[in-house]
């Protein structure tokens, strides 16, 4: 009789090698919580927004997949202050209903933007599509100093 190594008697290693066995390779990875909203939520609340400036106008794309636009609102607040929020419902659990993995966020959300100077608050536009807000701030035009300013001598 062949002797085996010991290696190949530990059960618990053919484990790592079980095409079925279930990998999460985000299980141990440290994603910000807060002792108020549970951590299968906490990517919904980090929502992320683009913010560009083109010469027209500054632009703020935020992805709210499976969000609909009474969902969500956009407001300007005290000292130009731009305020997405809105909050995805948890889908209604039927107890006949088995779930094995549940990956997709819900909860609230909040982001806020100081807003420059140069920002027409009183013109700002929002609009979703596919899922993805988008709030248009256009600017104010800045004058432009004449390049070559003569300077009177006195004296």
């Known amino acids: 009789m062949a002797m085996i190594p010991s290696f190949f ?10 095409p079925l066995f279930s990998f999460d390779p985000f299980k141990d990875f440290p994603f910000p919580s807060s002792p108020l909203v549970p951590r299968e939520n906490s990517a919904f609340i980090n929502t992320r927004i683009d913010w560009k400036e083109t010469p027209e106008a500054h632009v703020f794309k935020a992805d709210l997949p499976g969000i609909k636009k009474e969902e969500v609102k956009v407001e300007i607040e005290d000292d130009r202050v731009l305020q997405i929020r809105g909050e995805r419902s948890v889908e209604k659990e039927d107890k006949n209903d088995t779930w094995h993995r549940v990956e997709r966020s819900s909860g609230k959300f909040l982001r806020r933007f100081k807003l420059p100077e140069n920002a027409k608050i009183d013109q700002i536009k929002a609009g979703m599509e596919n899922g993805v807000l988008t709030v248009t701030v256009p600017k104010e035009e800045v004058k432009k100093a004449d390049a070559k300013k003569t300077v009177e001598i006195s004296g």
Request: proline content about 0%; cysteine-free.
């Open 9 to 18: 008697n530990n059960r618990s290693r053919d484990i790592i090698f079980d």
